[in-house]
């Protein structure tokens, strides 16, 4: 099973930017889709930020389009996600998702994106 490690969280003045990044144990699927999710506070549903298929195509949340963008490198088994022009309703911890072409999902274990105005 692919393990993912994330990192590049931390805390950021409003309008400012980050960029995580995810690390796969293994090689990933081309069939995969990888992708960003986070969850706002506790208790609170995991959400979608955006996800992208081994093919390079991505898709965005409403919240994410115009200000974040996510890439794959599937020689270093990596995904980005970098996020422009914070929001405080960015602040959340952001997962890393692997779902593998039988539809499995993997998660990391998160990282904390703080926005402070």
């Known amino acids: 099973q692919v393990q993912l490690v994330e990192s590049g969280g931390g805390l950021v003045q409003t309008g400012g930017s980050l960029t995580l990044s995810c690390v796969a144990s293994?090689?990933?699927?081309?069939?995969?889709?990888m992708g960003w999710y986070r969850r706002q506070s506790t208790g609170k549903q995991r959400e979608l930020v955006a996800q992208i298929t081994g093919a390079g195509r991505p898709t965005y949340a409403g919240s994410a389009k115009g200000r974040f963008t996510i890439s794959r490198d599937n020689a270093k088994k990596m995904i980005q996600l970098q996020m422009n022009n914070l929001k405080s309703e960015d602040t959340a911890v952001y997962y890393c998702?692997?779902?593998?072409?039988?539809?499995?999902?993997?998660w990391g274990q998160g990282t904390q994106v703080t926005v402070s105005s």
């Open positions: 293994r090689s990933t699927s081309t069939l995969s889709i």
């Open positions: 998702n692997y779902r593998g072409p039988d539809w499995a999902d993997t």
